[in-house]
């Protein structure tokens, strides 16, 4: 039996200030306005924490610092891929926000973002980011995946 698969390897970081969250407008996809945690993909050679450390600098103009990981979201392409996106967070960092060519980033007051333009299923993803009941979002890619919880694994 074949052990080895195919896997894309990408990062997503929630990001929080005091009672703020970072989102990013995200550009180029179908869903005009939808807001997302800032992240993205795993380089060559590169480690898992160096890569969310510097998504973030490209994506926010901010150094992250000591971003913990929290959990995954991984669904299984049509061509038999796995997408594995790696979620960390953190309240460390320094510089200057500021948006990049990905889309625009701000700070989101907490008791806002459920009533925000989220996107890719966020919500769910807040619940891995925010407790210890789940560590995992899996879902196949032609599965109609909805905001509930029977994709949530602890």
């Known amino acids: 039996m074949e052990r080895k698969s ?9 990001i929080c200030d005091g009672t ?5 407008e995200k550009r180029g996809i179908s869903y005009p306005g939808g807001l997302i945690f ?13 890569s969310v450390i510097r998504e973030i600098k490209e994506e926010t103009g901010l150094t992250i610092r000591n971003p913990k990981l929290c ?11 796995r997408y594995l996106v790696l979620l960390y967070k953190t309240n460390e ?3 200057e926000l500021k948006s990049s060519e990905e889309g625009r980033v701000f700070w989101l007051e907490r008791k806002d973002v459920l009533q925000a333009n989220l996107i890719w299923n966020m919500r769910e993803l807040l619940e891995i980011f925010d407790t210890d009941d789940y560590s995992e979002f ?7 995946v909805r905001p509930d919880r029977r994709n949530l694994l602890g």
Request: charged letters at 40%; glycine letters at 10%.
């Open 6 to 14: 195919q896997i894309e390897l990408t990062n997503m970081c929630l």
């Open 20 to 24: 703020r969250i970072l989102v990013e």
């Open 38 to 50: 800032p992240g993205g993909h795993v380089e060559k050679n590169e480690s898992l924490r160096d």
């Open 71 to 81: 959990g995954v979201k991984d669904w299984i392409e049509k061509d038999g891929t």
């Open 93 to 95: 960092f320094e510089g």
């Open 138 to 144: 899996f879902f196949r890619d032609d599965e109609d």
